[in-house]
């Protein structure tokens, strides 16, 4: 756990200009639970029949907004097109390359509703229907979003898989949830190179494959293996097809109908199913968007996260579109093709709302200011932050750098689990304080809590749980009740236990100290130690293997393996790289141990267990204290030499 923010530390008071037009308002936060969010759902949301019931909360399941009938394509979409916002751009599509390149172009809120029309009748052809999931293996272009749309037009649930996993991941996901149909993309598009993407694809897939049919996306039109029966060119499956409004309706679906799953890492075992549905899911990003962000008509917003994750989830695709947003969507890595290329992109389009990583920050930061001062970032009116705790340092610079010294930066925590944002400071109210996410959404009912489930005061670290219901709370996990109440609600009986340690600071604000459990955060990604683990002992030398994290100054942590291998084999660097790939392959290049350590045994006490404290401190260079216990105290001297080797 590293430390971040203090309230030593300085102290930015809202703009009170800003005070005055902001979305939130103080006395939100007075409302009660319930007042407030149907007054959101009532104002944000468009229904086809009212809700009865506000909610259902029956714990650990909440039900929000019982009865009504909604749908999420329509809130995002034709409702803007039929009130009148047509030709407002929903999205400036901005390719590989950067902003001058041909590819780049826009698309109006009435080209998305054909656009997602046309791939709903495609869906349609292909005998996807209410209920039946689809599988979405893709990088950031726009049919990615298209994609999701239709799948919500017509109320078959999605589940993205990141576009940098392996195909095996993207396998075990969509069988796991019964997908038929796989949508992908020929090849990716990533820093100037093109990669595989439906060939990753084919290779995961299993003898035990749910997956019947692969619809292609021509991104770069490379030459891709195809299946005859199976694989199917998105351009050929809608030749013929509809893309008239009134030829695929939109699909009324129950408030708590599902919406999407999407797969995260937990500490143990398979990767977790986190079940959204519908009404409340909507709700809650609709309202986090528009009072977090402190979006207006004229805001043009870019979150540079990826579809993936449950960020692009939220904040790429539903949230900003059922505001009715123009937003930037980005295909590219930071510093391609140029370093200043995000400051190039602020610039041309106007942008005033930034959302994105304290890793990608830190990069930026690394390379130089002279980058971002090059361009004119005048039009950044508000700055958001997700992922991991942002590290003061890298605040500062962002609000100095990309902010003008001014714009407030919005420090938001959340996980894939609770669908929306629930700890951030709000525009025009918060005093912010450089590295700390500090207060509760209106509604949301955090308490710091000791291992014995004591209520902790100030400055006192303990596990951050959630007292109250909210409305984008995942609904659970897939087909496992047990899990779902292990993971989360058996830690303490009455509240969500998120995984993460905090603390209150001297005033009361919230200071997130990262996670408690085996979840490893890489540059903002969730991959646990377990997965990498299992990835490492299916090679066919690896005898044993056991994970840790290190503090990376660029990505915030840093996974270091320990790995025996078996009989005599004493290991090399080349069986070093070797294995770092095999994870690469295995799960995705996000999960490619920065370093990899080999020895005779793994740091073992007598009982047979594995001492996961030791290994952290060999992986962090720290002082390594009692070692007595262990059955072979030489092992750990043997791990420390590779980790210092002076
Ligand atoms: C971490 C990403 C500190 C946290 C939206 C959480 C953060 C995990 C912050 C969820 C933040 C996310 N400050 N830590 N502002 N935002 N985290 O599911 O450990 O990919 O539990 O969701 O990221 O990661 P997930």
């Known amino acids: 756990m590293s430390e971040q923010g203090s309230s030593q530390g300085n102290q930015y008071p809202p703009d009170p200009e800003l005070s005055k037009t902001a979305n939130a308002r103080p006395e939100m936060k007075e409302q009660g639970l319930e007042e407030f969010w149907d007054e959101q759902a009532k104002q944000r949301i468009d229904w086809f029949e009212p809700y009865e019931t506000v909610l259902d909360w029956q ?32 999205l400036h599509v901005v390719p590989d390359d950067g902003s001058d390149s041909a590819d780049a172009h826009d698309i109006t809120y009435a080209q998305l509703q054909r656009q997602v029309v046309k791939f709903a009748n495609g869906l349609k052809k292909l005998g996807v229907g209410k209920g039946d999931a689809v599988g979405i293996y893709m990088q950031m272009i726009p049919d990615a979003v298209v994609a999701m749309l239709a799948c919500a037009r017509i109320g078959a649930p999605h589940t993205v898989v990141f576009g940098g996993f392996s195909g095996k991941a993207v396998d075990e996901r969509c069988t796991d949830f019964g997908a038929k149909v796989l949508i992908t993309q020929d090849e990716a598009l990533r820093g100037g190179k093109a990669g595989a993407q439906k060939k990753n ?13 692969i619809v292609v996306v021509k991104r770069t039109g490379g030459d891709v293996p195809m299946t005859d029966g199976r694989d199917v060119y998105y351009d050929d499956l809608v030749a013929d097809l509809d893309d008239d ?17 999407l797969y995260t890492s937990g500490s143990t075992g398979k990767p977790k199913g986190v079940v959204h549905t519908t009404g409340g899911y909507l709700t809650g990003v609709t309202t986090t968007t528009n009072l977090v962000f402190d979006v207006k008509d004229d805001s043009v917003y870019w979150c540079a996260a990826d579809i993936g994750w449950i960020t692009g989830h939220s904040y790429i695709t539903y949230g900003p579109l059922a505001n009715g947003l123009t937003s930037v969507l980005y295909e590219g890595v930071p510093g391609y093709p140029d370093k200043d290329v995000w400051w190039k992109i602020i610039e041309k389009y106007g942008v005033t709302i930034l959302y994105t990583s304290p890793t990608a920050i830190r990069s930026h930061m690394k390379w130089g200011e002279q980058y971002a001062q090059s361009r004119d970032l005048s039009s950044i009116k508000i700055l958001g932050s997700v992922g991991e705790p942002i590290n003061p340092e890298a605040w500062e610079w962002y609000r100095k750098y990309v902010g003008g010294g001014s714009a407030p930066i919005m420090d938001t925590w959340w996980q894939t689990e609770t669908g ?14 450089p590295g700390m996410a500090q207060q509760p959404f209106p509604g949301v009912k955090p308490e710091i809590r000791d291992d014995e489930g004591n209520a902790l005061g100030l400055n006192q670290p303990g596990n951050l749980v959630l007292t109250q219901p909210w409305p ?15 993971t989360y609600w058996s830690k303490y009986s009455d509240a969500y236990f998120a995984g993460d340690g905090a603390k209150y600071d001297d005033d009361g604000d919230i200071m997130l100290m990262g996670r408690i459990d085996d979840v490893t955060n890489v540059s903002g990604h969730r991959i646990s130690t377990f997965e990498v683990e299992s990835a490492l002992v299916e090679h ?18 840093a996974i270091v393996a320990f790995v025996s291998l078996v009989g005599e084999n004493q290991g090399d660097d080349e069986l070093k790289q070797t294995l770092r790939e095999h994870v690469a392959t295995q799960i995705g290049k996000l999960a490619r141990p920065a370093e990899l350590i080999f020895a005779h045994d793994l740091p073992k006490t007598r009982s047979g267990k594995i001492m996961r404290r030791l290994l952290k401190n060999i992986a962090e260079g720290e002082e390594l204290g009692d070692t007595t216990t262990l059955v ?12 210092n080797p002076t």
């Open 59 to 90: 714990l650990p399941y909440a039900k929000w907004f019982v009865g009504g009938k909604l749908n999420a394509c329509y809130n995002c979409v034709d409702r803007h097109v039929e009130g009148g916002k047509g030709d407002k751009v929903a």
């Open 245 to 261: 409004p009134s030829s695929c309706p939109c699909e009324p679906m129950d408030a708590e109908d599902l919406l999407f799953l």
């Open 420 to 433: 929306h944002i629930l700890i951030t400071p709000l525009p025009g109210i918060t005093t912010l304080k």
């Open 472 to 486: 984008g709370m995942m609904r659970g996990l897939y087909k496992d009740d047990e899990r779902y109440r292990d």
């Open 201 to 213: 694809a084919d290779d995961g897939l299993s003898a035990d494959t749910t997956i019947e049919k």
């Open 632 to 643: 072979d105290p030489s092992v750990v001297e043997v791990m420390q030499k590779q980790v």
């Open 540 to 557: 066919e030398l690896v005898a044993e293997a056991a994970v840790a994290a290190r503090r990376d100054p660029d990505t915030g942590q």
